[in-house]
């Protein structure tokens, strides 16, 4: 195992910290990460937007227009990683999402595929978490991991709640 002097590591922190400086291109598992990434951003913010035209959230709403608004951020972080390594990211216009029969019909089949596609997304984060090979692409996908993680927790609290509005009078 090669050691590095303590000059070599300032002038690599500085190369990471500083704009401007040329980092490593990413590798093509990497970049395949980034489009799986965008791709599940892409369904998250589509299933969020369709929720929310719906009207049927109750007093769910909030949670869905905090995550969409997440989901937004997460894939403008991710179209500029992309960007950076040389590829166009996908947007909207690239890709039409079809969903189950009725998922869209009451507050509770919401939920469900809300549920669904939040494990989905955390699911892709936590792996690509692992495998990502740029160690300067693991802190925002790490982060945005920690977020989806937020966001399954914000469901099943308002899916609690619901349940428990049954017995209140």
């Given at each position: 195992m090669q050691t590095l002097s303590r000059g070599q590591l300032v002038v690599a922190g500085a190369a990471f910290l500083m704009p401007g400086v040329a980092k490593a291109a990413p590798s093509d598992g990497d970049l395949a990460y980034l489009r799986l990434l965008i791709g599940a951003e892409l369904l998250a913010i589509d299933f969020h937007t369709r929720a929310l035209?719906?009207?049927?959230?109750?007093?769910?709403?909030?949670?869905?227009?905090?995550?969409?608004?997440?989901?937004?951020?997460?894939?403008?972080?991710?179209?500029?990683?992309?960007?950076?390594?040389?590829?166009?990211?996908?947007?909207?216009?690239?890709?039409?999402?079809?969903?189950?029969?009725?998922?869209?019909?009451?507050p509770a089949s919401i939920a469900r595929l809300a549920w669904r596609i939040e494990t989905l997304l955390l699911g892709a984060y936590l792996g690509a978490v692992e495998e990502v090979e740029a160690p300067d692409l693991r802190l925002p996908v790490g982060q945005i991991a920690a977020s989806e993680a937020q966001h399954l927790s914000a469901l099943t609290i308002s899916a609690a709640s619901t349940a428990l509005d049954v017995f209140e009078s």
């Open positions: 035209r719906t009207r049927r959230l109750g007093s769910a709403a909030g949670t869905y227009r905090r995550s969409l608004a997440d989901e937004r951020a997460h894939y403008a972080a991710l179209a500029r990683l992309l960007t950076a390594g040389g590829q166009p990211p996908a947007t909207a216009g690239d890709v039409d999402f079809v969903y189950p029969r009725r998922s869209f019909s009451s």
